[in-house]
């Protein structure tokens, strides 16, 4: 099993630890639960240097990439629809000649014709290779950094102030740090308006993360990476920054309706789920503004499942197997379930669903709790919808939804939390 | 994750190989899950009870304990009814991970055969088998 330079540490702390994606990751430290509350009243820190990274250089490198990447990099930023640029990132997915999805990704632009794209543990070689198969004649270089790049993710409400303490000119590196923005870089890997320093040290900072909360995902030297997490957890100990395991990670990220790869979204059609912005619709949302492996496939397909997101009466769970179901009102198996977890920081009062970060809550308001994450279904349904999700052991009530955790706060101006 | 010899293993109960403890309490057998358990579920949030009055055998699932990341059964350790559960545990779960062989007790059993509590691991069993596991 392969491990990150954070593994003895890891260990040092007692973590749970498991294997994800061919690394040996921790799955909590102390407590799960606390660890994901952490994230939502205070910052947490990840570890996902078992992320793998892909870079794309040469004057083709755009033209590979709008032929692969499911975004169209000429018009995916913001509303208007402006084109990617140096220091913007944008998520999207590579798909197969069938449209099923291979992986998705971040792309980063780094510089004129210089873009990382950010896939999933395991993926590096995956991702090269399928751009490689794409790339006769086009002048450019792919390069696997799968083990070759540090990274930890900051998320929180508080992880803006945590980095404060640290960085050289906070102030410079936080003006205009809009949400999916980055500045700074490392050798090897210089991106725009840079340099971006803690404590001395070289990162590349990006305004994004995979919790649905506000928050950065850090870049670094490999050789730093130990001393950056160090930095930060000392930092942000009187802010509470707690270190956090991949269980609160996947809580979180299900709570944020956003996919894992390989489990929401895979070797299926990438269509009829929460993630189509992801494809390069025109103002019709019936074609593309651009040609790209899969694209056809896409348009073509008739009556592909719906993935669609759930959300249960209480924090009750079924087990994912083979057997899990998904039964409609009359009883009738509709298609299966692709996540089900528990995210322990919302609740109900009533009919309403409460954060323990939402500002309207309750007074006395704690959360116990709710299960929810994604089923695949074979017809469409309406939020509100009420489903059953039956394992061998119990069967829960759930229903339809398009949004999971309130008041999220991914999106929150930076400015707001300093 | 606790090391094998951080963990808490009473001498005055006894286990099964899924985990479960047994302890013989007057004419009754009170049951709940070990530290190991506890330990490898972690954070344990929710703690599905029977019916007080349902009668299991040995090695039937009479509830689950769902954790933050799993839901697992739980298994009788003795054949017997179910004379009492821990209703505390309706509100604070979180027993079972910080007092499993106290406050985290799940259910107290009339055993129909005490002698079953021969069957069972004593603490250098069990702790013989969590080596091999």
Same mark, same amino acid.
């Given at each position: 099993?392969?491990?990150?330079? *954070?593994?003895?540490?890891?260990?040092?702390?007692?973590?749970?630890?498991?294997?994800?994606? @061919?690394?040996?990751?921790?799955?909590?430290?102390?407590?799960?639960?606390? #660890?994901?509350?952490?994230?939502?009243?205070?910052?947490?820190?990840?570890?996902?240097?078992?992320?793998? @990274?892909?870079?794309?250089?040469?004057?083709?490198? !755009?033209?590979?990439?709008?032929? /692969? !990447?499911?975004?169209?990099?000429?018009?995916?930023?913001?509303?208007?629809?402006?084109?990617?640029?140096?220091?913007?990132?944008?998520?999207?997915?590579? *798909?197969?000649?069938?449209?099923?999805?291979?992986?998705?990704?971040?792309?980063?632009? =780094?510089?004129?014709?210089?873009?990382? /794209?950010?896939? $999933?543990? @395991?993926?590096? &070689?995956?991702?090269?290779?399928?751009?490689?198969?794409?790339? #006769?004649?086009?002048?450019?270089?792919?390069?696997?950094? +799968?083990?070759?790049?540090?990274?930890?993710?900051?998320?929180?409400?508080?992880?803006?102030?945590?980095?404060?303490?640290? =960085?050289?000119?906070? #102030?410079?590196? !936080?003006? $205009?740090?809009?949400?999916?923005? !980055?500045?700074?870089?490392?050798? &090897?890997?210089?991106?725009?308006?840079?340099?971006?320093? *803690?404590?001395?040290?070289?990162? =590349?900072?990006?305004?994004?993360?995979?919790?649905?909360?506000?928050?950065?995902?850090?870049?670094?030297?490999?050789?730093?990476?130990?001393?950056?997490?160090?930095?930060?957890?000392?930092?942000?100990?009187?802010?509470?920054? +707690?270190?956090?395991?991949?269980?609160?990670?996947?809580?979180?990220?299900?709570?944020?309706?956003?996919?894992?790869?390989?489990?929401?979204?895979?070797?299926?059609?990438?269509?009829? $789920?929460?993630?189509?912005?992801?494809?390069?619709?025109?103002?019709?949302?019936?074609?593309?503004?651009?040609?790209?492996?899969?694209?056809?496939?896409?348009? %073509?397909?008739?009556?592909?499942?719906? +993935?669609?997101?759930?959300?249960?009466?209480?924090?009750?769970?079924?087990?994912?197997?083979?057997?899990?179901?998904?039964?409609?009102?009359?009883?009738?198996?509709?298609?299966?379930?692709?996540?089900?977890?528990? %995210?322990?920081?919302?609740?109900?009062?009533?009919?309403?669903?409460?954060?323990?970060?939402?500002?309207?809550?309750?007074?006395?308001?704690?959360?116990?709790? =709710?299960?929810?994450?994604?089923?695949?279904?074979?017809? $469409?349904?309406?939020? @509100?919808?009420?489903?059953?999700?039956?394992?061998?052991?119990?069967?829960?009530?759930?229903?339809?939804?398009?949004?999971?955790?309130?008041?999220?706060?991914?999106?929150?101006?930076?400015?707001?939390?300093? | 994750?606790?090391?094998?010899?951080?963990?808490?293993?009473?001498?005055?109960?006894?286990?099964?190989?899924?985990?479960?403890?047994?302890?013989?309490?007057?004419?009754?057998?009170?049951?709940?899950?070990?530290?190991?358990?506890?330990?490898?579920?972690?954070?344990?949030?929710?703690?599905?009870?029977?019916?007080?009055?349902?009668?299991?055998?040995?090695?039937?699932?009479?509830?689950?304990?769902?954790?933050?990341?799993?839901?697992?059964?739980?298994?009788?350790?003795?054949?017997?009814?179910?004379?009492?559960?821990?209703?505390?545990?309706?509100?604070?779960?979180?027993?079972?991970?910080?007092?499993?062989?106290?406050?985290?007790?799940?259910?107290?059993?009339?055993?129909?055969?005490?002698?079953?509590?021969?069957?069972?691991?004593?603490?250098?069993?069990?702790?013989?088998?969590?080596?091999?596991?």
């Amino acid at each position: 099993m392969k491990t990150t330079p *954070l593994n003895a540490w890891h260990r040092r702390q007692g973590a749970n630890m498991a294997e994800f994606g @061919g690394y040996d990751m921790p799955l909590w430290y102390s407590s799960a639960k606390n #660890e994901h509350l952490s994230v939502l009243t205070h910052a947490g820190l990840f570890d996902t240097s078992h992320m793998a @990274g892909v870079a794309v250089e040469g004057p083709d490198a !755009f033209a590979l990439l709008q032929r /692969c !990447f499911s975004r169209d990099l000429t018009r995916c930023l913001g509303p208007l629809n402006h084109p990617l640029k140096p220091g913007r990132c944008v998520y999207g997915v590579f *798909l197969n000649e069938e449209g099923h999805v291979v992986d998705d990704a971040i792309v980063y632009q =780094l510089g004129e014709a210089r873009y990382l /794209c950010v896939v $999933n543990a @395991g993926m590096g &070689g995956v991702i090269a290779q399928h751009l490689t198969q794409y790339a #006769e004649g086009f002048n450019v270089s792919i390069h696997d950094l +799968t083990d070759r790049v540090g990274k930890m993710d900051i998320q929180g409400p508080l992880s803006a102030k945590v980095l404060k303490a640290l =960085l050289k000119d906070p #102030e410079k590196v !936080f003006e $205009n740090m809009i949400y999916f923005s !980055f500045k700074g870089g490392f050798p &090897g890997f210089d991106g725009p308006e840079g340099p971006v320093l *803690l404590d001395g040290i070289p990162i =590349l900072l990006s305004r994004s993360g995979y919790t649905g909360e506000f928050g950065f995902e850090i870049f670094t030297d490999l050789s730093h990476t130990v001393e950056v997490w160090e930095r930060l957890l000392k930092a942000g100990e009187v802010l509470g920054l +707690t270190p956090c395991g991949l269980a609160a990670r996947d809580s979180l990220r299900a709570g944020a309706v956003l996919p894992l790869s390989h489990q929401d979204i895979g070797h299926w059609p990438f269509l009829n $789920n929460p993630w189509t912005f992801a494809l390069p619709y025109d103002d019709t949302q019936k074609g593309f503004t651009k040609e790209f492996v899969g694209g056809q496939a896409l348009l %073509d397909m008739t009556g592909a499942d719906y +993935t669609l997101p759930f959300i249960g009466k209480d924090l009750r769970k079924v087990s994912i197997d083979h057997e899990t179901q998904v039964l409609d009102k009359n009883q009738e198996v509709i298609g299966t379930v692709l996540t089900c977890v528990s %995210d322990m920081g919302i609740g109900r009062v009533g009919d309403t669903v409460y954060s323990i970060a939402s500002p309207d809550k309750p007074a006395g308001f704690t959360p116990r709790g =709710l299960s929810c994450g994604f089923v695949k279904v074979h017809q $469409n349904l309406n939020e @509100g919808e009420a489903l059953e999700l039956r394992d061998g052991r119990r069967a829960i009530r759930v229903t339809v939804t398009y949004d999971i955790r309130p008041d999220r706060t991914a999106r929150v101006p930076i400015q707001k939390m300093l | 994750m606790k090391e094998l010899n951080e963990l808490i293993l009473p001498e005055d109960v006894k286990f099964t190989d899924e985990h479960e403890w047994a302890r013989v309490e007057g004419d009754h057998v009170r049951v709940g899950i070990s530290d190991y358990a506890q330990d490898q579920l972690g954070d344990v949030v929710f703690v599905e009870l029977p019916e007080v009055g349902s009668s299991f055998n040995k090695g039937d699932e009479f509830g689950t304990v769902e954790s933050v990341k799993t839901v697992s059964e739980i298994y009788m350790p003795v054949s017997g009814e179910v004379v009492a559960i821990n209703e505390e545990l309706a509100d604070h779960p979180e027993y079972v991970n910080t007092d499993p062989y106290g406050k985290g007790w799940m259910i107290e059993v009339a055993p129909s055969d005490l002698s079953e509590m021969d069957s069972l691991l004593d603490k250098n069993a069990y702790l013989k088998l969590l080596e091999e596991e």
